[in-house]
């Protein structure tokens, strides 16, 4: 190749590079909806929604996740973590707010489909020696509902402390 080809291709490059990096920053949102929806519906939520409201390089915000009808709703959640928890698919702490459930007599199967969204053993990613994330929840209402009977709600905040030895909870 002569010199001027050489720079020409170096140009065309760099500029394609910068291209993609731009679409990746444009992008990112609605990629990262796109690619949760598809991870819910491979997993047993076809009809699940969500809305990616923030992505920083230490935080993500989602809002109005709604797994499915008569399935459970969250308002909001935030996952933060450092870059090296993304490297690790580790996420420190969760924030739940607006957790809405209907436990009836639908709930063990709907149990099983929730169990197959955490990873292997339950873990926050990161490997089995990984500690889980820290989980606050702020305005959940749990509706027990059971055939003749009248309808039970009860509403709590709570931690579920999942990278503490044992693992803690206070509600």
Known sequence: MSGWRTGRWLIGAAAASVAAVGAVVVWRVPLAERAAEAYLAAHGFPEASLAVSRI??????IRDLVLGPGLPVVERIEARYSPSDILDLRVREIDVDGLRVTLDDRWPAMWARLEGLLPSGGESGGGSDSPGPKVEMTGSRLM????????????FDGILDLSADPARAAF
């Open 56 to 61: 920083e390089p230490r935080r993500t915000v």
């Open 144 to 155: 027990l509902r059971h055939t003749g009977a009248a309808d039970v709600t009860v509403t």
